[in-house]
Every structure is written in structure tokens, then in C-alpha cells.
């Protein structure tokens, strides 16, 4: 079992940037993953890591702009994300994978993933 609680969300002008966390409690060995959900939208892939903060994988559409980073005393991972902009607004959920043995970018299918985070919603204004 692994429980996830994000929080870091809130509503901030294009350009800004905001930090996303979440942390994670129970067993600590798998993939962590963040999606997002727009209104009316998909679930979107966002970003992955291995928890032992080894291989990453981004989204083209964030490549650059967002950062994975860890906090292993803490057991949480951030998610930073920079030069923000109002399509990056949705609802951020973070997901863990207990299925470990698949290439990092296979990560990006949220079918992969056993544990999901309360969502946390994310408003960039233009």
C-alpha cells in the first residue's frame, strides 16, 4: 500500500511558477508519476521518476519548463514547475507504480499505476 497526499497548487500569472509536492507514505519502492486534468480534457501525462531518483521522463509539452526533485528524508517528491502558462492549468494528481520493470517512458500510461493523490488544482491566469 502507498498513501499520497499533494498539496502546492493555487493560481498564478503566466511566466510564474509554482511547486507541487507530494508525499508519500508506506511501502517505498516504486514509480511516481504526475498527471493533469483540464476541464473537458483527458487526463495528460506529465512526469516520472524512479523513487530511488535515478531515470526521469517529461512531457514534451513541459520539457524544460517543469523539474522532478526529491526529498528522500521526507519521502516526497516536488514537482517545480517554471514559466507557467494557461494551458498548464488542470488538476495535478501525482500516482505511484508498485510495477517497477518497465522502461522509465512506459510510465507515461496511466494504466501503469496503482495509487493515486487527491488531486491538487493548478490556475495559471493569462
Known amino acids: 500500500q502507498v498513501q499520497l497526499v499533494e498539496s502546492g497548487g493555487g493560481l498564478v500569472q503566466a511566466g510564474g511558477s509554482l511547486r507541487l509536492s507530494c508525499a508519500a507514505s508506506?511501502?517505498?519502492?516504486?514509480?511516481m508519476g504526475w498527471f493533469r486534468q483540464a476541464p473537458g480534457k483527458e487526463r495528460e501525462f506529465v512526469a516520472a521518476i524512479r523513487w530511488s531518483g535515478g531515470s526521469k521522463h517529461y512531457a514534451d509539452s513541459v520539457k524544460g519548463r517543469f523539474t522532478i526533485s526529491e526529498d528522500n528524508a521526507k519521502n516526497t517528491k516536488h514537482l517545480q514547475m517554471n514559466s507557467l502558462k494557461p494551458e498548464d492549468t488542470a488538476v495535478y494528481y501525482c500516482?505511484?507504480?508498485?510495477?517497477?520493470?518497465?522502461?522509465?517512458?512506459?510510465?507515461?500510461?496511466?494504466?501503469?499505476?496503482?495509487?493515486w493523490g487527491q488531486g491538487t488544482q493548478v490556475t495559471v491566469s493569462s
Open positions: 500516482a505511484a507504480a508498485t510495477r517497477t520493470f518497465y522502461a522509465i517512458n512506459s510510465y507515461a500510461s496511466a494504466t501503469l499505476y496503482d495509487y
Open positions: 508506506g511501502r517505498t519502492s516504486y514509480v
